[in-house]
């Protein structure tokens, strides 16, 4: 099971778990005693004073009705008389039952929200998928696949590494490249983005490069910048061969360079593209 499956089942687990806890304390009010549902502090006062009336009626003598008199129509101090209810007699109010439950909806909403953003932004990090290290198969039938029938050097793209393979034609050294880890077994894997504002970069075959139809922006064979809007070079992953002599390309592993001081290889050799 992927991360991301774990992810939507956590997310419906907490969500199941909220709905239910707000289904509970509903069901739980919907069964309290209705004397302890309804009651305000009022009510809850009225019926004291009613229960304190009729003990005294019970325990009244035909000897002290002038003084029950007196007392009963003397004027109350509510300062003294009045009853403390505690929140338990209360119960919980309508208004704050419906509250804390939007407050619990909004809160399992925000909860959602953040794991979802997670799960977005979490790196994808099974193995041989994009942002994780992508096994392209055997150097020599990368080499092979490589060449076109006239013999000439073409770009192999893997989709899984959103990359160009390309055979390094010549040498590198005084480049942009010279000392990175961006060649394996005479191959360099060419991330597809263009470094312009990100659009995919046809390879062009009549000119031996790689054209931006977005805004124009050219590369040549080996990803060195030649013209239009981009900044630097095309940005390229870091490569290495295992034990197999198979290519692996780190795709979570992105190496930048700036616009070449000089070109490792000639660019148009034909004509453009776009
Ligand atoms: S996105 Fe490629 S030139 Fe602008």
Redesign the pocket.
């Known amino acids: 099971m992927s991360a991301t499956q774990i992810l939507l089942l956590a997310i419906a687990g907490i969500g199941s778990l909220a709905i239910l806890s707000i289904i509970s304390i509903a069901w739980r009010r919907g069964t309290d005693p209705p004397g302890i549902k309804t009651q305000d502090s009022a009510a809850v006062r009225q019926d004291l004073a009613a229960e304190d009336k009729a003990d005294e009626d019970d325990s009244v003598t035909a000897y002290d009705v002038a003084e029950l008199v007196s007392v009963d129509s003397a004027p109350t101090d509510p300062l003294v008389d009045r009853q403390e209810v505690d929140a338990e007699t209360m119960g919980v109010t309508r208004r704050q039952f419906f509250n804390r439950g939007l407050l619990g909806v909004f809160g399992l909403f925000l909860a959602q929200f953040g794991i979802a953003s997670l799960a977005f932004l979490w790196p994808r990090l099974k193995s041989g998928g994009f942002g994780s290290k992508v096994n392209v198969g055997k150097i020599e039938d990368l080499r092979i696949a490589a060449l076109t029938a006239d013999g000439r050097a073409r770009p192999v793209f893997v989709s899984a590494a959103q990359a160009y393979v390309v055979p390094v034609q010549g040498s590198l050294d005084g480049s942009s490249f010279e000392g990175l880890p961006v060649v394996a077994g005479g191959m360099m894997a060419l991330w597809q983005r263009?470094v312009?504002?990100?659009?995919r970069?046809p390879e062009c075959e009549s000119s031996q490069g790689f054209e931006?139809p977005?805004?124009?922006?050219k590369y040549n064979f080996h990803g060195e910048y030649e013209d239009?809007?981009?900044p630097r070079n095309l940005d390229r992953f870091v490569v290495s061969l295992n034990d197999a002599d198979e290519l692996i390309i780190d795709t979570g592993d992105v190496i930048e360079t700036a616009r070449a001081s000089f070109k490792t290889i000639e660019y148009p050799q034909g004509p453009s593209c776009i």
């Not at 312009?196 to 659009?199: D, E, F, R």
């Not at 977005?214 to 922006?217: P, T």
């Open positions: 263009c312009h504002l990100g659009c970069v931006c977005c805004h124009g922006s239009g809007p981009a």
